[in-house]
T-cell receptor, first 116, second 114 residues
């Protein structure tokens, strides 16, 4: 059973399009995240939800909108895609901070987004 | 602003030797430091965490040290094997004990030669 699963794994799209990436976790974790990994392998947090409540919202263009319908799902919708949005997007989940220190984040396998 | 540096150059070592990777940080004092392994095309996998009041942490062939004076963590893999070849990322906590937020270094690629 995959603990954190993201779909799609690959996404190639044209500039200006709108696309969504979906994420689901079956670990029973309360907190989910979106990270972006650029071509230089820099992994940067974008958003985090705890029990469907937004708790981390980094400086990200408002073309990016997360949505958490329940604590097991966190989706990322991107409007008006730009070339610079090309990256690998990782979903992750964790338990509450007191347990995060022992178990860390659990990451999905990533969605490689290519904007052409 | 906070800055994390890991060796951007790849590290090649011979099988059986000890690999040592470095994570340096500036401009803040993290309460926790984590190490992750990332294989190509996969997400990072959590390995170890060390707290600011701990000098050293071990798990099987892995050892992590945390020197808050030098603002540096060292990650050691003893008796390295080709299967240890991967990119290793350090991540430092932002905020206190209740934080969910970690910032990641860019990683060091390790290659263990048979």
């Amino acid at each position: 059973d995959t603990a954190v699963s993201q779909t799609p794994k690959y996404l190639v799209t044209q500039m200006g399009n709108d696309k969504s990436i979906k994420c689901e976790q079956n670990l029973g974790h309360d907190t989910m995240y979106w990270y972006k990994q650029d071509s230089k392998k820099f992994l940067k947090i974008m958003f985090s939800y705890n029990n469907k409540e937004l708790i981390i919202n980094e400086t990200v263009p408002n073309r990016f909108s997360p949505k958490s319908p329940d604590k097991a799902h966190l989706n990322l919708h991107i409007n008006s895609l730009e070339l610079g949005d090309s990256a690998v997007y990782f979903c992750a989940s964790s338990q509450n901070p007191s347990r995060l220190v022992n178990y860390g984040y659990t990451f999905g396998s990533g969605t490689r987004l290519t904007v052409v | 602003s906070q800055k994390i540096e890991q060796n951007s150059e790849a590290l090649n070592i011979q099988e059986g030797k000890t690999a040592t990777l470095t994570c340096n940080y500036t401009n803040y004092s993290p309460a926790y430091l984590q190490w992750y392994r990332q294989d190509p095309g996969r997400g990072p996998v959590f390995l170890l965490l060390i707290r600011e009041n701990e000098k050293e942490k071990r798990k099987e062939r892995l050892k992590v040290t945390f020197d808050t004076t030098l603002k540096q963590s060292l990650f050691h893999i003893t008796a390295s094997q080709p299967a240890d070849s991967a990119t290793y990322l350090c991540a430092l906590s932002l905020g206190g004990s209740g934080t969910y937020k970690y910032i990641f270094g860019t990683g060091t690629r390790l290659k263990v030669l048979a």
